[in-house]
C-alpha cells in the first residue's frame, strides 16, 4: 500500500526559503552604508538648521509683544449688572471702561462692534441677574481688540451695514 502512494505522487516545484525583509535591509544597508549614512545625517542636520531659522528669535518675539499689547492698569474689571441689561451691552461697557483705560488703542466703530460680539458670546446669560457684578479678564478683552483690528475692508462693511 505504501508503495501505491510513492507511486502516484507528483512532485512539484521546490522553493527554496529566502531571507525575510530584515535580513534584506541588513544586507542592502552593509553594501550601501557608505551613502545612506551621509545621507540621512545631511537630510537631519538641514531640517534642524530650517526649524532653526524659521522660529522667531526672542527679540523679535519682545518687541512684537510691547508693540501689540499695550499693558492693562487693571488685573480685572468689573462691570456691574442693571436691570435690562443684556450680554452685548455688558460686553460694550468692559470694551469702553477697556478704551478709556487704555487711550492709545483707537478702534472705528465697526471694530468696536466686532469685539463686543466677540465679547458677548464669552458672557455666561445666567450671570446676568441685576444688581450683580461680571468680572472681565483684561487679556479678553484685548484678544477681541486684536481680532478686530484686523478685519479686512469687506468685513468692515458688513458690520457698518448695522450701524446705519
Known sequence: MESEIKK???SGPIF???PGWGRQLKSWLNTNWQWVLPTALLVILLLIIGSYLNRPSQQTADTANQ???PTPFIDFM???INKGDSKTL???HALALYLTANPDINLSPEQKLHAENLLAAKVPADQ???GTKLEF???NILIAITAAQKLTP???AKYRAYLK
Open 137 to 139: 479678564n483684561p487679556d
Open 67 to 69: 508693540t501689540l499689547s
Open 90 to 92: 455688558v460686553a460694550r
Open 8 to 10: 502516484y505522487s507528483a
Open 16 to 18: 527554496e526559503p529566502r
Open 154 to 156: 469687506s468685513q468692515l
Open 128 to 130: 446676568l441677574i441685576a
Open 78 to 80: 468689573t462691570i456691574s
